[in-house]
């Protein structure tokens, strides 16, 4: 891959999934959600981000989270009215990903290494059958703590079981591929399908 000066050496790939494998819940969800009730995407995002790391890592439940977000961002209606949402129309699978992981798991062992949380990651493993190409999961929810500390990455060299520069890291967030990076991992910035098969 063009990102990479040593591509030769990767033996394992870890895989975002928000936003790699699935497409991004939090571009699509809240933007609705802010255009709907006449709210600022960036004030919305703002709330979300603060209750999305609680439910990311495990600290409170899918009920608590919705509460909290909607409270904060000013929305009268009732939590139940939201709980479906993710399931209903914002877990999907990234068009063309499939074909890429099934080329992908015949050359490397694949990991996940995802800000996730447990209910959701629950629905989108059993929906897309994801199991088929991953060997483990790293996943916030887990550890409780999120990416952007160098924990999970430890524990997915740890499961691994090669050297860091010899894992590539795919990620939609400079942020998280920035960790990985401090600790030796290879890695790709995702921005589209056609730009990761290119590289």
Same mark, same amino acid.
């Given at each position: ?5 040593? =591509? %030769?050496?990767?033996?394992?790939? $870890? ?13 699509? !969800? ?9 709210? %600022? ?5 703002? !709330? ?12 409170? %439940? ?19 009215? $939201? &709980? ?14 499939? /074909? ?12 996940? =290494? ?15 059958? &994801? #199991?088929?190409?991953? #060997?483990? %999961?790293?996943?916030? $929810?887990?550890?409780?703590? &999120? ?32 960790? /990985? ?6 890695? =790709? ?11």
């Amino acid at each position: 891959m063009k990102q990479q000066q040593n =591509v %030769s050496s990767v033996k394992v790939i $870890f895989l975002d999934i928000g936003g790699v494998v699935c497409q991004d819940i939090e571009k699509y !969800m809240m933007h609705d959600i802010a255009k709907t009730y006449k709210l %600022s995407y960036a004030e919305v995002m703002k !709330m979300r981000e603060k209750w999305w790391k609680l439910y990311a890592t495990k600290k409170i %439940s899918e009920k608590e989270y919705w509460k909290g977000f909607l409270k904060d961002v000013g929305i009268q209606e009732s939590y139940t009215q $939201f &709980l479906p949402l993710p399931y209903q129309k914002y877990i999907q699978r990234m068009p063309g990903m499939e /074909a890429v992981l099934t080329k992908l798991v015949q050359k490397y062992p694949l990991f996940v =290494v995802s800000d996730h949380a447990p209910e959701w990651w629950a629905y989108a493993q059993k929906t897309f059958l &994801l #199991q088929k190409y991953f #060997q483990s %999961s790293i996943l916030s $929810f887990d550890y409780g703590v &999120l990416k952007e500390e160098k924990k999970m990455f430890l524990e997915g060299i740890k499961k691994a079981k090669v050297k860091p520069k010899e894992i590539l890291f795919i990620d939609n967030a400079k942020k998280n591929l920035l960790v /990985a990076k401090e600790l030796g991992i290879q890695k =790709v910035l995702f921005t589209n399908l056609k730009q990761l098969i290119k590289n």
